[in-house]
C-alpha cells in the first residue's frame, strides 16, 4: 500500500499563486511516476501535471506556462507550483502515484483531494 498526504490549497485572488505539495510513503516500486488531477464541480477529473518515473514532464494545455511541476526523489514528494491563477482554476486537486510493479502491471493511488479556490 502506498499513502499520500496533500498540503498547500486554499483560497487565493485571481493572478495569486500556490504551491500544491504531496508527500508519499509506504510501499514504493523503484518506477513510480507522480503527479497531480483536478476534479471541478460537475466535470470529470482531469490531468493537471505529470512526472514520468524517467523524468519525462507532461502538463494539461490549460497550464502550460503557468503551472510547474517538480520532484523530489529523496523525499517521496511531488510539487506543483501553481502561478498566475484563474477562477477556472477552481476545483479539488488530487495527488496521483503510479506504482510499477513491471513494465507490464500498475497500481494507481490517490490522494483525498485538497480544495483550490480562485476567487475574488
Known amino acids: 500500500q502506498v499513502q499520500l498526504v496533500e498540503s498547500g490549497g486554499g483560497l487565493v485572488q485571481p493572478g495569486g499563486s500556490l504551491r500544491l505539495s504531496c508527500a508519499a510513503s509506504?510501499?514504493?516500486?523503484?518506477?513510480?511516476?507522480m503527479g497531480w488531477y483536478r476534479q471541478a464541480p460537475g466535470k470529470h477529473r482531469e490531468l493537471v501535471a505529470v512526472?514520468?518515473?524517467?523524468?519525462?514532464?507532461n502538463y494539461a494545455d490549460s497550464v502550460k506556462g503557468r503551472f510547474t511541476i517538480s520532484r523530489d526523489n529523496a523525499k517521496n514528494t511531488v510539487y506543483v507550483q501553481m502561478n498566475s491563477l484563474q477562477p477556472e482554476d477552481t476545483a479539488v486537486y488530487y495527488c496521483?502515484?503510479?506504482?510499477?510493479?513491471?513494465?507490464?502491471?500498475?497500481?494507481?493511488?490517490w490522494g483525498h483531494g485538497t480544495q483550490v479556490t480562485v476567487s475574488s
Open positions: 496521483n502515484v503510479r506504482n510499477y510493479y513491471n513494465d507490464y502491471a500498475s497500481v494507481n493511488y
Open positions: 509506504g510501499r514504493l516500486f523503484s518506477r513510480y511516476d
Open positions: 512526472i514520468i518515473s524517467g523524468g519525462r514532464i
